[in-house]
């Protein structure tokens, strides 16, 4: 019996005529919009984790005073929409990303300031580090914002701040938007130009529904639970439970 052998040799693959090949058929790879996974595993798949971002601290005693100042030049309003600044993480350059999933930022509103609705598809958290008197209306329910609270605003709800107050107010925004935007999923739309309930219940509908303890709604049928149906979860119940 006759045994088959792969005539080609190391030295075959050195070749000039070979080389030429190849080359001519990476060539018509890049025509074609294909690249090779032999040429690209490294960068694709590493042998340990390559993080880009870096550990990084932001002071407060420093972001506070800027976030105060920039209140007496930059209007809230259409546009920016909010007075929100991004802490941009120094191994992400060019990208205003805390993390390579997150968007983080210091949100700051002065005295009977309103920050007009708008939604988004990208979800949000707020934890609140400063001031007292902002409501967060979030699909028409209005929820307090106090300081230490953590708050919920799922993706596509409409959502706006209003501060009632005689105080500014800050807090630590946080968004999905790089996740969201890898998966080409990121849109936003304008809401009304005006806070649709002004008015400053010390419990929202949500918490009434799910916040305490006792019965809870059975949804409508047909109808899912909404996702995240509690919007706040307060640091006074969180500070007792600790204690307790």
């Known amino acids: 019996m006759t ?9 075959d693959f050195d070749s000039p ?16 919009g294909l690249t090779p996974l032999w040429r690209t595993r490294e960068g694709l798949m590493p042998f340990h984790p390559e993080p880009r971002a870096v550990p990084h601290l932001w002071r407060w005693a420093q972001l506070h005073p800027l976030a105060a100042r920039s209140a007496d030049l930059v209007p809230v309003g259409r546009g920016g929409e909010r007075r929100a600044i991004g802490l941009g993480n120094p191994g992400l350059p060019g990208d205003p990303y ?8 210091i949100q700051y509103l002065a005295p009977r300031e309103n920050a007009p609705e708008h939604r988004h598809t990208q979800s949000a958290f707020r934890f609140v580090l400063e001031g007292e008197g ?6 028409g329910d209005p929820v307090a914002m106090r300081r230490g609270d953590l708050l919920l ?3 596509w709800h409409f959502h706006g701040h209003q501060n009632s107050s005689g105080q500014p107010m800050a807090w630590l925004d946080g968004l999905d938007i790089p996740m969201v935007a890898t998966l080409d999923q990121g849109f936003f739309e304008f809401g009304p130009d005006q806070v649709r309930d002004t008015s400053t219940p010390d419990r929202s509908r949500g918490e009434r529904l799910w916040g305490g303890p006792g019965l809870t709604p059975v949804s409508a049928a047909g109808q899912p639970r909404p996702a ?12 007792a439970a600790l204690r307790a």
Not at 3 to 11: G, Q, R, V, Y
Not at 17 to 24: T, Y
Request: no cysteine.
């Open 98 to 105: 805390a993390t390579p999933t997150l968007w983080a930022a």
């Open 134 to 139: 902002v409501w967060t209306v979030v699909d």
């Open 228 to 239: 995240s149906p509690l919007m706040a979860y307060r640091w006074a119940h969180t500070d």
């Open 153 to 155: 605003t799922p993706g």
């Open 17 to 32: 005529e070979h080389q030429a090949k190849l080359a001519g058929l990476y060539r018509d790879f890049d025509a074609a």
């Open 3 to 11: 045994s088959l052998k792969n005539e080609t040799t190391t030295a």
